[in-house]
């Protein structure tokens, strides 16, 4: 399976890696004070696979965000954040952080999600599409 992998990548002491096969459907900008708090950083890039484009080894720890369909996963020996998964998302998508990527440079980002929360000092000038709220799609409440 490693073969096929076009992404790889993983945390930074090793214990968890990921191979993605394919390319990215989907990589934006969050600027949400959450992710903020997650990751340590003012802003981060979210890189999008179907799950079932992922393999892994190793096993990250996870806990439920503040919205019940999300779910933020990071390495439980070394910290790194590794990726986000929320249910409300169709298809069932994983997005993995741009810092676990082992080529980042190789991932395209293609837009801006909570573009109302952005920092002041954070700046960008790439013509990309800015959203106020999510970029992506939900699935409306079910409940
Ligand atoms: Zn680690
Ligand atoms: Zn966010």
């Not at 992710?35 to 996870?62: D, K, M, Y």
Request: aromatic share 12%; glycine share 10%.
């Amino acid at each position: 399976m490693e073969l096929t992998a076009d992404h790889k990548g993983g945390c930074a002491c090793g214990a968890i890696r990921f191979s993605a096969e394919g390319e990215p459907v989907w990589a934006a900008y969050c600027h949400c004070s959450d992710c903020r708090q997650a990751t340590g950083a003012p802003v981060t890039l979210w890189v999008g696979f179907r799950a079932a484009a992922i393999v892994w080894t190793g096993t990250p720890e996870s806990r439920s965000g503040s919205s019940g369909d999300a779910k933020r996963q990071w390495c439980g020996r070394c910290g790194s954040p590794i990726g986000y998964l929320d249910a409300s998302i169709p298809d069932n998508e994983i997005y993995l952080a741009i810092g676990a990527f082992d080529e980042p440079q190789r991932i395209a980002p293609k837009g801006h999600a909570f573009w109302s929360a952005k920092l002041p000092f954070v700046t960008f000038d790439d013509g990309l599409p800015r959203y106020e709220t999510f970029s992506r799609a939900r699935k409306a409440a079910t409940n």
